[in-house]
């Protein structure tokens, strides 16, 4: 796979977007990050998602709800319209223009992923989604969050979302050699990687394609 020298910091905003586009089978959204290549290996493995592929196909309403902290909010984007979520809509809306499509960006900044999940009910499912996509990971981590306690916050997270009819995508955290040099997201990762593979959920892997950036030069 040929390289560039930089990855602009424009760009990141699309990178999930990418990932999430690939994951629904959707190769055209990766056009939005040509300078930024995304390496197969971090989404070939991952399963697809085959009701919301048929809803945006046959022209249903399709709603995504979105929960993560302060990235996916936007915050380092500036404004949330300038987040991923808001490129992810951009793009589903110009790829199936007979589709309704709306993503509900519902992150707040620091959340754990039991905060998170407590919101479940009143914030997710309630808005009767067709995908969920769920950033989690960072907050824990830097809090040193009992590793149990995150397991089973993600597995009944998952448990419910799925009762529910709703499809799902888990998103690991970023990386940034600063805190990864301090703050050991690992033990975390390998948690979120154990638990979605355990139940066949797609992993979107953040933090291994920002790694593989770093590492290339790009």
Not at 37 to 48: G, K
Not at 115 to 131: G, Q, T
Not at 186 to 214: C, G, Q, S
Request: glycine letters at 6%; hydrophobic letters at 45%.
């Amino acid at each position: 796979m040929s390289m560039v020298r930089a990855c602009p910091s424009r760009m990141l905003a699309w990178l999930p977007a990418a990932g999430i586009g690939l994951l629904l089978g959707l190769g055209t959204v990766c056009a939005q990050v040509s300078d930024c290549p995304v390496p197969a290996y971090v989404y070939d493995t991952e399963p697809l998602l085959p009701k919301t592929i048929a809803a945006l196909a046959g022209g249903k309403s399709v709603v995504i709800v979105v929960l993560g902290g302060a990235s996916t909010r936007g915050q380092a984007a500036g404004d949330p319209e300038r987040a991923w979520p808001a490129r992810l809509a951009a793009t589903l809306i110009k790829q199936f223009p007979a589709t309704p499509v709306r993503v509900d960006n519902r992150a707040i900044a620091r959340q754990t992923a039991q905060e998170m999940a407590a919101r479940l009910d009143r914030e997710v499912v309630a808005l009767k989604p067709s995908l969920v996509i769920w950033e989690t990971g960072t907050a824990d981590a830097v809090s040193g969050a009992e590793l149990d306690e995150f397991r089973q916050t993600i597995q009944s997270g998952l448990d419910r979302l799925r009762a529910s009819g709703v499809e799902v995508v888990v998103m690991d955290m970023q990386f940034v050699r600063q805190t990864h040099a301090i703050i050991n997201f690992d033990r975390y990762r390998n948690v979120i990687r154990e638990v979605t593979d355990a139940n066949a959920v797609p992993l979107f892997r953040r933090h291994d394609l920002m790694h593989h950036w770093a590492e290339s030069g790009i």
